[in-house]
């Protein structure tokens, strides 16, 4: 089937590029970058108007729209700007583009993110029961910023009537995958140079989602034609901050880790010009729909899949580790 993927040039569209044109199937990415061949086409973009792009969704099975600006940067107001607009403006005109073909695609996958729920302790947000964010007490600027970010993004995804493509907003936890650069190995990293402990004051929870099962649950939402709407991509078992980094320093097989004060977080957040949400933020995620609809976990716990991801970063890595040894 053809996979059209907005965006796809990212952490999370290459996977899902390399993994879907490893089954066969006919992958183009849409990008602000140059047209080009590949593994799979790669077709020029602007995402913020129509153009030749938009014949690439005539016939195609699904569109998974994952473009938008990076949000590992200081929310300045000109990244404000360019993190709100990039993903405004690039739902809305997939979404008119989707509208506009004679043979629209079967589905539309929009990229949004689990930070839309409330910073909570007391129970897990799932799609029906769960707590939206940005009321919470004492919130930060910047997670009602998020927060902002996602709720204008969802709505600019559904402001456009479609009758003959589902829609579904992926409420996706942080992916994790072994590559170099991505979010897993920034945190490994820590965790090597022993400064891999608690983060504030650990009661925090942290959601996340295996890229195996990140990759499993897209292609399950493109052939499972009954699910409309917003849909948790999480792991279904969450965990606190401290136990989340204990597990991880288990795992790799270190047993220091140094933890960091909340104070300690914010400069070194300022220092390497990213903002501390990720860690700080209590992101308790329960993948209701899935779980609901008997979606297998492969990873379903943190201690699995960080075996797994501390494994394959090594494979990956062993060159260095050999020189380092
Ligand atoms: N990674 C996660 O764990 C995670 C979790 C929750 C939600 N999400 C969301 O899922 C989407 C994909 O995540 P990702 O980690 O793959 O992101 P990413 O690595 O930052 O890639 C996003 C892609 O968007 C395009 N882009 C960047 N700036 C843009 C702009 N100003 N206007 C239009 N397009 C722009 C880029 O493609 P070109 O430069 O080729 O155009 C880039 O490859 C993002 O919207 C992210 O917020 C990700």
Same mark, same amino acid.
């Given at each position: 089937?053809?996979?059209? /993927? %907005? ?10 590029? !390399?993994?879907? *044109? ?9 990008? !602000?970058?140059? $047209?080009?061949?590949?593994?799979? &086409? ?9 153009? $030749? ?27 404000? =700007?360019?993190?709100?607009? $990039? !993903? ?9 583009? +989707?509208?506009?073909?004679?043979? %629209? ?10 930070? +839309?729920? *409330?910073?909570?302790?007391?129970? %897990? ?18 997670? &009602?910023?998020? #927060? ?6 969802? $709505?600019?995804?559904?402001? +456009?009537?479609?009758?003959?493509? @589902? ?18 190995? +920034?945190?490994? !990293? ?31 939402? #493109? @052939?499972?034609?009954? /699910? ?5 991509? *999480? *792991? ?35 220092? /390497? ?10 992101? =308790?995620?329960? %993948? ?35 020189? @380092?040894?």
């Amino acid at each position: 089937m053809k996979i059209v /993927i %907005p965006g796809g040039t990212g952490q999370v569209g290459t996977l899902l590029a !390399r993994s879907f *044109a490893k089954d066969g199937h006919d992958v183009v990415v849409l990008s !602000r970058g140059q $047209s080009k061949a590949g593994q799979w &086409r790669i077709v020029s973009w602007d995402a913020a108007s129509l153009g $030749s792009w938009t014949a690439e969704l005539e016939g195609a099975a699904a569109v998974i729209n994952l473009a938008g600006r990076n949000v590992n940067c200081r929310y300045t107001a000109e990244n404000r =700007r360019l993190i709100m607009d $990039s !993903r405004v403006n690039s739902a809305r005109i997939v979404g008119e583009a +989707i509208a506009r073909c004679n043979r %629209p695609p079967r589905v539309w996958l929009q990229a949004s993110t689990a930070t +839309i729920y *409330a910073h909570r302790f007391d129970a %897990p947000n799932d799609e029906v029961t769960g707590i939206m964010g940005g009321s919470e007490p004492n919130a930060p600027d910047t997670w &009602r910023f998020s #927060i902002d970010v996602a709720t204008s993004w969802e $709505s600019a995804a559904k402001a +456009i009537e479609l009758r003959h493509t @589902r829609r579904v907003l992926l409420r996706s936890a942080i992916t994790f995958n072994p590559d170099h650069g991505s979010a897993f190995d +920034i945190l490994l !990293r820590l965790v090597r140079f022993g400064l891999g402990g608690t983060s504030g004051n650990g009661r925090q929870f942290v959601s996340w989602i295996h890229e195996t099962d990140f990759i499993r649950a897209v292609a399950w939402l #493109i @052939r499972n034609d009954s /699910i409309e709407g917003a849909v948790n991509l *999480a *792991a279904p078992n969450p965990v606190q901050n401290e136990e989340f980094m204990r597990t991880l320093r288990e795992e790799w097989g270190t047993k220091i880790g140094l933890p960091s004060p909340e104070w300690l977080l914010e400069l070194g957040a300022l220092f /390497i010009r990213t903002e501390t949400e990720l860690l700080l933020k209590s992101r =308790r995620v329960a %993948p209701g729909i899935l779980t609901a609809q008997d979606f297998h976990f492969k990873y379903p716990t943190w201690r699995e899949a960080a075996r797994d991801l501390c494994e394959r970063w090594r494979d990956l890595n062993r060159a260095n580790f050999n020189l @380092r040894d």
